[in-house]
C-alpha cells in the first residue's frame, strides 16, 4: 500500500479513514458511537433471534444449556453496555454541544479516548464469545457464586468481567465531560431554565452515570481479584454483599437507559404537536427526582433473598414512589399532545409507541415492586416481559424516535416517512406479540434462563407466538436499515436544509449537516425556544 499522504485540494481514501481514526470533533465521535452501537444492536439481536428459535417448541436441540446460558447473557449484556447507553450517550455526543450553541465538547481528546475505549471493550466482550465459544454464562447479573472461579472456571469470564470494567470507564469519562461542557458552555443566555430538554436529561443521567458506575466498577475489579488472586472479598463475605453494589449501580443504569430516550420525546412531542413542553418546570422537576430516587430502590431486585423484612417494606414504598415523578412526565407529553395540531410522523408515532408500552411496563413494575406479588413471579418470565416493556418499550422506541428525529440533521437527508410507519406498525405489532404472551409464561411459573422445556406444561404456544413476533420484530429493524440505505446512502431521501421540522433548538440554527465549528456566529438565547423566537421575528417583520 502506498504512504499516506495528505493532498491538499482532495483527500484520498485513506486520509479521509486517517481523518476519522483521529477526529476529536464531537460530531464525527457522536457518529461513531451511533454506528457501533447500532452494529452491537444487531448482533444482540441476532442473539435473541436463536434464544427464541431455540424456545419456539418444547424440546428443541438448536444450542446447549451452556450455549444458551452464553447466548442470553451476551444478549442482555449487549443491549444494556453495548447499544443502550453508548446509542444515547452518541446521541447526546452529537446533540448537545449543537443544543448549547457550543463548538465542541469541553475535552474532546477525552471524547475521542471514551469511544475507542467502549469499541475495543465491545470488541473484547464479543471476541471472547465469538472465538472461544466461552463467553460468561453468569447472567447478566454475574451474581455470586455463579461467577466465580469454582462454578465458572473458563477465562470468558475474565474477559467478559474487564469488558465491563473498561465500559464503565468509558462512560464515567464521557459524563465528566458532559457536565464540564453543559456548565461551561452554553450560549450567552441560556439559563439552567432554558437548557433543552434533552441536554436536561443528560445532565441528570451523567451525574447518575458519575455516582453508581465506580460501584460497579469496583464490584467488578473485586470479583477479578477473587477470581485470579485469591483474595475472598465476595467469597466468604455475606453473599448479598455483590448483589447490594451490582444492584446499586444497576437500578440506576435503567434511569440510565430511560432518561435520555425521555428526553428524545420531550423534544418530539412539542415540535410535532405545534405547542410548547406542558409543565416545563415539573418536567425538569421530575427528571431530578426521578434521578435521586434512583439510588433508593436497589433492595427491590432482592426481595426473596433474605433481607429484614423492615428493610424491605422501606425498598417497597422508594419503589411505588418513584412511580409518581415518571407519572409527572407521561401526563406531561399527554397534556402536551392534548388539543395540539398534530403532525402524525415517524417521530411522533415512534413516541407514542414508547408510551404505550412503557405505561404497561410501568404498571407490571409497580406490580412487582409488592414484595408478596415479587415472591410469585420472581425469576419467572414476567420479570423477562416486565424489563422488555420498559426497556425496549421505552429506550429503543426512543430511540427510534431520535433517530427519524435527528438524522436528518446528522445526514443532511430526509429518511422515507411511508416506509418509516411501516418499520413503526410492524416494530410495535411485532413487539407487543414477542412480549406479552411472556407475561402469561411466568403467571403459569415459566423460569426464565432455561432453555427447553417440556411438552406437558402448557407453555409451548405462548412460546410460539412470541417467537415469531421476536422475527416481525427483526422483520422490521431490516425496514429501518432499507429506509437508510436508500433515503440516506444513496441520496434518495429529500434534502433535509437547516430545519425541516420548524423546531425549537438550537440544532435546527445551523446546516444539516453542521459546519465543523457548528455556528459561524455564537447564538444569542431569549427563551427556551430559541429557534420558535426567531420564526416569530421573522413573521413579525414583514408586517412592521
Ligand atoms: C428482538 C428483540 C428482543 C428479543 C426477542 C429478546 C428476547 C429475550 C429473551 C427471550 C430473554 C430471556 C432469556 C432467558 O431468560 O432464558 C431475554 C433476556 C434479556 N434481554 Fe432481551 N430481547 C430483545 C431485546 C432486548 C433489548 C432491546 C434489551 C435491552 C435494552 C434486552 C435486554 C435483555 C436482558 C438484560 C436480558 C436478561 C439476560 C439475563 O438473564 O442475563 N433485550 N431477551
Ligand atoms: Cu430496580
Redesign the pocket.
Known amino acids: 500500500m502506498a504512504s499516506v499522504s495528505i493532498p491538499i485540494e482532495k483527500p484520498g481514501m485513506w486520509a479521509r479513514v486517517a481523518a476519522w481514526l483521529t477526529t476529536v470533533d464531537h460530531k464525527r465521535i457522536g457518529i461513531m458511537y451511533l454506528a457501533s452501537s447500532f452494529f452491537f ?1 444487531l448482533l ?2 441476532i442473539f ?2 436463536i ?2 428459535l431455540q ?1 419456539a417448541q418444547p424440546g428443541m436441540e438448536l444450542v446447549n444449556q451452556n450455549v ?1 446460558n452464553e ?3 451476551m ?3 449487549g ?2 453496555f453495548l ?2 447507553i453508548p446509542f444515547l450517550v452518541g446521541l447526546g455526543n452529537y446533540i448537545v454541544p449543537l443544543q448549547l450553541g457550543a463548538r465542541d465538547m469541553a475535552f474532546p481528546r477525552i471524547n475521542a479516548l471514551g469511544f475507542w475505549l467502549l469499541l475495543f471493550a465491545g470488541l473484547v466482550m464479543e471476541g471472547g464469545f465469538l472465538i472461544g465459544g466461552t463467553a460468561s454464562n453468569a ?3 454475574a451474581y455470586v457464586p455463579l461467577s466465580t472461579r469454582q462454578f465458572s472456571p473458563q477465562v470468558g469470564m475474565d474477559i467478559w468481567l474487564f469488558g465491563i470494567v473498561l465500559v464503565g470507564i468509558s462512560s464515567t469519562l464521557g459524563a465528566v465531560n458532559f457536565l464540564v461542557t453543559i456548565y461551561t458552555m452554553r450560549a450567552p443566555g441560556m439559563t439552567l431554565w432554558r437548557i433543552p430538554f434533552f441536554t436536561w436529561t443528560i445532565i441528570v443521567t451523567a451525574a447518575m452515570i458519575l455516582l453508581a458506575t465506580p460501584v460497579l466498577t469496583a464490584a467488578l475489579i473485586m470479583l477479578i481479584s477473587d477470581r485470579n488472586f485469591n483474595t475472598q472479598f465476595f467469597t466468604t463475605a455475606n453473599p448479598r454483599l455483590w448483589q447490594n453494589m451490582f444492584w446499586f449501580y444497576s437500578h440506576p443504569a435503567v434511569y440510565i ?1 430511560i432518561l435520555p430516550a425521555m428526553g428524545v420525546l420531550s423534544e418530539v412531542i412539542p415540535v410535532f404537536s405545534r405547542k410548547p413542553l406542558f409543565g416545563w418546570k415539573a418536567m425538569v422537576l421530575s427528571t431530578i427526582l426521578i434521578g435521586v430516587l434512583g439510588f433508593t430502590t436497589w433492595v427491590h431486585h432482592m426481595f426473596v433473598s433474605g433481607v429484614d423484612p423492615l428493610v424491605e417494606r422501606f425498598f417497597m414504598f422508594t419503589t411505588m414512589v418513584i412511580a409518581v415523578p415518571t407519572g409527572v412526565k407521561i401526563f406531561s407529553w399527554i397534556a402536551t399532545m392534548w388539543k395540539g395540531s398534530l403532525n402524525l410522523k415517524t417521530p411522533l408515532l415512534m413516541c407514542l409507541g414508547f408510551i404505550s408500552t412503557f405505561v404497561i411496563g410501568g404498571i407490571s413494575g409497580v406490580m412487582q415492586g409488592a414484595i408478596p406479588i415479587d415472591m410469585q413471579v420472581h425469576n419467572t ?1 414476567w420479570v ?1 416481559a416486565h ?2 416493556y420498559v ?2 418499550g421505552g ?2 422506541f426512543g430511540i427510534f424516535a431520535g433517530m427519524y428525529y435527528w438524522l436528518p440533521k446528522i445526514t443532511g437527508r430526509m429518511l422515507n416517512d411511508k416506509l418509516g410507519k411501516f418499520h413503526f406498525a410492524l416494530m410495535w405489532i ?2 407487543n406479540t ?2 406479552f404472551p ?1 407475561h402469561i409464561l411466568g403467571l403459569e411459573g415459566m ?5 427447553t422445556y417440556a411438552a406437558d406444561r402448557g407453555w409451548d404456544l405462548p412460546n410460539l407466538i ?2 415469531i ?2 422475527f416481525m ?2 422483520a422490521s ?1 431490516l425496514l429501518f436499515m432499507i429506509n437508510y440505505v436508500v433515503s440516506i446512502v444513496a441520496r434518495r431521501g429529500e434534502v433535509a436544509g437547516d430545519d425541516p421540522w420548524e423546531a425549537n433548538t438550537l440544532e435546527w440554527a445551523t446546516s444539516s449537516p453542521p459546519p465543523v465549528y457548528n455556528f459561524a456566529r455564537t447564538p444569542v438565547v431569549e427563551s427556551e425556544r430559541p429557534l420558535y423566537d426567531q420564526r416569530m421575528a421573522a413573521q413579525a417583520k414583514p408586517q412592521a
Not at 423460569?447 to 432453555?451: K, L, T
Request: charged content about 5%; glycine content about 8%.
Open positions: 444492536f444482540s439481536g435473541a433471534l434464544i427464541r424456545l444458551y447466548l442470553f447473557t444478549h442482555g449484556t443491549m444494556i447499544f443502550v447472567a447478566w447479573t437507559m418470565y423477562v424489563f422488555h426497556l425496549f429506550s429503543v411485532g413487539f414477542a412480549f411472556m423460569p426464565r434462563r432455561i432453555a412470541a417467537t413476533g421476536a420484530i427483526a429493524v
